[in-house]
Nanobody, 121 residues
Framework: QVQLVESGGGLVQPGGSLRLSCAAS????????MGWYRQSPGEQREMVAT???????NYKDSVKGRFTISRDNAKNTVDLQMNSLKPEDTAVYYC???????????????WGQGTQVTVSS
């Protein structure tokens, strides 16, 4: 059983910062890509940032220069440092991991339960 547990959401004023953390636990052989996605009411879930096991990163255009994704492969964790937050960043943020359970299984997507980020004065 694999679990992804997020933490670090909350309410912050525009221009403020938050750091989201996610830890993957359970029987995991290895994790390929880890990432953060977000979903606002009435909108589709969208990619915010992803990072490969080798450290290559990809960001949604609107968060480039403000958000930084990082991971610890030994601990199976991924963080998202969010600076200069804007009201349009308000959403539920989800952690994602593309992983396999054994050396002989394929990769599958796993999701956390989500954490609310609200940017408001």
């Amino acid at each position: 059983q694999v679990q992804l547990v997020e933490s670090g959401g909350g309410l912050v004023q525009p221009g403020g910062s938050l750091r989201l953390s996610c830890a993957a636990s359970g029987t995991i052989f290895n994790i390929n890509v880890m990432g953060w996605y977000r979903q606002s009411p009435g909108e589709q879930r969208e990619m915010v940032a992803t990072i490969t096991a080798g450290g290559s990163t990809n960001y949604k255009d609107s968060v480039k220069g403000r958000f930084t994704i990082s991971r610890d492969n030994a601990k199976n964790t991924v963080d998202l440092q969010m600076n200069s937050l804007k009201p349009e960043d308000t959403a539920v943020y989800y952690c994602n991991a593309d992983l396999r359970l054994t050396a002989y299984s394929g990769y599958n997507d796993y999701w956390g339960q989500g954490t609310q980020v609200t940017v408001s004065s």
